[in-house]
């Protein structure tokens, strides 16, 4: 799993001689009806509209992360409709790695849920079969090629474990969403683990709105 910043909002207007932050660009917006817009200060206002659940003036920035997941886990990315996606389409480029996961044991009462409480036994099984199963699907993904088969059909040959690369860009209102969502316990730890390293990036560039937030 790799996360990293691709873009942020870059705003071409100066308020009291200063260049804006992306923080800043949302509360010069927020103030379109104010004869103060441009204020220099606004971590007040920011934490005044997440209280009061203003959410339309967090509309105003974007951010867009690379995101190095698998095939298991870029579906429920993907989920998330308010965003704008680029994916690795395995139909021009070649598959490159599978990745391989933690075992965890199936929580009995709830289905969202795993435990970290595998004998060492179960552990070692689970590790050798998604092994087996990488090893055995590239052989025959890259034996399909040979016999020049398209890539867009070859592709079924490959476990969900396959490696593949996104880009992910929502304004600042669909990060908060997305990681509210996905940072929770009941989400996928391979997934909550990308959301966790998205909210690092994400305090770094917007510092106000996540100290508001709890975050940071």
């Given amino acids: 799993m790799q996360v990293r910043l691709i873009s942020v909002t870059n705003p ?3 308020v009291d001689n200063r260049a804006l932050t992306p923080e800043g660009l949302i509360a010069y917006c927020a103030r379109v009806s ?3 817009q441009e204020t220099p200060d606004y971590e007040k206002l920011l934490s005044y509209c997440i209280r009061n659940r203003h959410w339309s003036v967090f509309e105003m920035v974007d951010m867009t992360v690379e995101i190095v997941t ?3 886990i870029s579906p429920q990315i993907l989920r998330h409709r308010s965003f704008c996606f680029q994916e690795y389409s395995m139909r021009y480029a070649k598959a490159q790695e599978v990745e391989k996961y933690q ?3 199936q929580d009995d009462k709830n289905r969202q849920n795993s435990l970290d409480d595998l004998t060492p036994e179960t552990v070692t099984w689970f590790e050798a079969a998604q092994e ?5 699907g590239m052989e025959l993904y890259e034996a ?3 016999k020049g088969i398209a890539k867009e059909c070859a592709r079924v040959l490959l476990p969900l474990g ?5 880009y992910m860009k929502g304004s600042v209102r669909s990060w908060i969403h997305y990681l509210e969502v996905r940072t929770d316990p009941s989400t996928q730890k391979e997934h909550r683990d990308i959301a966790d390293a998205v909210r690092k990036i994400f305090a770094e560039q917007f510092p106000v709105t996540s100290r508001a937030m709890g975050w940071a």
């Fill in 12 to 14: 071409l207007i100066e």
């Fill in 34 to 36: 104010s004869p103060h």
């Fill in 70 to 72: 698998s095939r298991a």
């Fill in 103 to 105: 075992p965890r044991r």
């Fill in 132 to 136: 087996k199963v990488a090893a055995t």
């Fill in 144 to 146: 399909a090629l040979e």
């Fill in 162 to 166: 396959t490696q593949t690369r996104l």
